[in-house]
């Protein structure tokens, strides 16, 4: 049974940064890509970072290119998120979420995601 858990949300000021991880369990993810997807009250889930366990290209949703970055840990099949410049838009849930074909059709797609993660929330004041 895959199980990921994140952690590292929290509240912080418009310009600080958190780190965000994800940790997997429950199988081998060598052939997997792993997402991070946020989603704030009243609106649709929404990509926002997806990277490939084996490493390769990273992709970003356009808002925060530049201020986030997605890495693994594939020795402690851990992802993070790393997060900078933070703004009061990027209020959300996050999760990860690991993708068993690791393709890129529809990367941003949360219905190809196979198993989801529980979520950490993100709060940013102004």
């Known amino acids: 049974q895959v199980q990921l858990v994140e952690s590292g949300g929290g509240l912080v000021q418009a310009g600080g940064s958190l780190r965000l991880s994800c940790a997997a369990s429950?199988?081998?993810?060598?052939?997997?890509?792993m997402g991070w997807f946020r989603q704030a009250p009243g609106k649709e889930r929404e990509f926002v970072a997806r990277i490939r366990w084996s490493g390769g290209n990273t992709y970003y949703t356009d808002s925060v290119n530049g201020r986030f970055t997605i890495s693994r840990d594939n020795a402690k099949n851990t992802v993070y998120l790393q997060m900078n410049s933070l703004k009061p838009e990027d209020t959300a849930i996050y999760s990860c979420a690991a993708d068993t074909n690791a393709n890129t059709v529809r990367y941003y797609d949360p219905t190809r995601y196979d198993y989801w993660g529980q979520g950490t929330q993100v709060t940013v004041s102004s």
């Open positions: 429950g199988r081998t993810f060598s052939g997997y890509a």
